[in-house]
């Protein structure tokens, strides 16, 4: 791979990945979840991926590889683990260009019905899908993202950068325009009150209401690592600079929202809050009171700023199919390069997921749940791994260290856990199944392959993996949230998953991979890097 991005390019890649239509849409839905208390949300959410931050930094800084968090838990645990971790990270990214993509679309429907004449989305059994204009629509959107990613990497960062500056310009100025407008300090006390739900509610709005989902995106600047100028100082850079732009980004586009509102819709509690034009929430503000310029900004952002993060994310998942392939889980033809340094097959394969996705699934915020799921079982994968290769590697060049890491990575281990369970067995389920064909699809690899060409799975050092997803799905169907029996009531189920979690993380760094492997694992990756 061609290491072409510089450090601006690479912050914009994580800067861009973080502002997308999460902040189209996380304000209206976590509101209506968590009421004004919302905000709390925001907060506490930043904190805890601000932790998970700190871990990738590291790792990025450490071995800038592509499709970097597919390929660290291998360096630790093995092929099992690897192979695991990679799948789950991969579903997570591959899905998400598309739901951008809709959540583009679904904001920008009326206008789209009232200049060409169709519409690109209607509701089906309560769930808004695409139309068939909207499928052909959402078709051209991601062929653009393909066509761009297979240009190059270099021209991929620079159009990026173009769209992240307008991205981040845009929210900034709808926040300022909403505040001096219309700011009712009484909104947070308005309809059922601040905390209708309590602290469930704050927590659940975390996991399935956006704001997780939002703030994710932060890592991607440890997928492009490989790609970068000058990687180890270039990913801690960009991946703690975009968390700073997006907590300070998000809270006062909660505080603004809020405080725009008009009382009266929240007339009928926050948990049924409602509006005109209440699909693009932002616009529908901006238009009743009065700022009908910054209406027609935020519908022309609605397309931008998702559209931004999908091209984004289209070449991550390429990047994380590719990794998978140099591990040799999947057939090789996935880490084929073409004369750009750019993995094509796997931008193509992404882009072929990506309109199978658009078929009738549920709409944006399910799918929303089942991507911040996905992607905290990454996060918490790399919180063990990260303590583990101080272990395995104690004398390779950090150029970023966690401190406290002892402390601090068991505790970002919990919490991820945590925010999984948050998600609830609705959502956790399907993930567990995904896992499920994941695995079947690696032993079908396997069996096709001549037995010398087969990858060893390290079965003892990723033993631990198997029953922590298990034992995680166990106690989300035990627990208070979302579609669980409720047999171990809230509270209790926190505590229960915390203290599972805990015993997982220890198990887990005690069957960790020989040194020596890890080493060889490790080695193997410096070479491909030499070589590109």
Known sequence: MRRDIGATALLFTSVGSVIGSGWLLGSLNATKIAGPAAIISWVVGAAAVMLLAFVHAELGAMSPVGGGNARFPHFAFGSLVGFGMGWIYWLGAVTLAPVEVEAALQYSNKYVDQWFGFAVVHEVAGQTVLTAAGYGVAAVLMAMFTVLNLWGVSRLAKANTVIVWWKILVPFVAVFAL????????????????????????????????????????????????????????????????????????????????????????????????????????????????????????????????????????????????????????????????????????????????????????????????????????????CVSVAALRRQLPDITRPFRVPGLALLAPASFVIANLIVLFSGWTTYWKLLAAVGIGFVLLAVSNATRPREQRTPLDWRAGSWMIPWLLGLGVISYLASFDGGKSTLKFGVDMIVCAVFSLAVYYLALRLRLPSGTTERYFEQTAEEAAES
């Open 179 to 382: 505040v001096i407008t219309q700011f009712k300090t009484s909104n947070f006390t308005a309809g059922d009150g601040f905390a209708p739900a309590g602290l469930k509610g704050i927590l659940s709005a975390m996991a399935t209401g956006g704001v997780l989902f939002a703030y994710q995106g932060f890592e991607q600047a440890v997928q492009f690592g490989g790609e970068s100028s000058n990687p180890r100082r270039n990913v801690p850079l960009a991946v703690l600079g975009s968390m700073i732009v997006g907590t300070v980004l998000y809270l006062l586009l909660q505080l603004a929202f809020v405080g725009a509102l008009d009382p009266a819709s929240a007339k009928h509690g926050w948990a049924n809050l409602s509006f005109t034009n209440d699909v693009g929430p932002f616009a529908g503000l901006a238009t009743a009171l009065g700022l009908g310029w910054l209406a027609t900004v935020l519908y022309i952002d609605a397309v931008v700023s998702p559209g931004g993060t999908g091209l984004v994310y289209t070449g991550a998942s390429a990047r994380i199919s590719y990794g998978l392939g140099r591990n040799g889980y999947i057939p090789h033809t996935f880490d084929r390069l073409s004369k750009r340094g750019v993995p094509w097959i796997s931008v193509i394969f992404a882009f072929a997921v990506g309109m199978i996705v658009f078929l009738p699934f549920p709409g944006w915020q399910k799918l929303v749940a089942f991507i911040t799921s996905a992607s905290l079982i990454i996060y918490a994968a790399q």
